[in-house]
């Protein structure tokens, strides 16, 4: 039976991060930004839920209540 040699490279190659390039500080804080806001977003989205839908979603108000008392920074 013949047999297959592999030869791997010695680390793992992500295409992804190749092109990974620095961002503009301002492009930076403007992403910061809208970060900060989606996650205020979402937050304020999820204090709106009843117990029925947070279920569904597989958490419970205690967990939701702790979310949404974080600051929008973290």
């Known amino acids: 039976m013949p047999t297959v040699d592999v ?34 977003r979402q937050r304020k989205a999820l204090a709106g839920l009843d117990d029925h839908q947070l279920r569904d979603i597989g958490i419970t108000r205690l967990d939701a209540a702790r979310e949404c008392e974080k600051p929008f920074w973290r």
Request: without cysteine; aromatic residues 14%.
């Open 7 to 40: 030869y791997l490279p010695p680390q793992p190659y992500s295409p992804w991060r190749a092109r990974r390039q620095r961002l503009h500080p301002v492009a930076a804080a403007w992403l910061l930004l809208v970060r900060w806001i989606e996650r205020t």
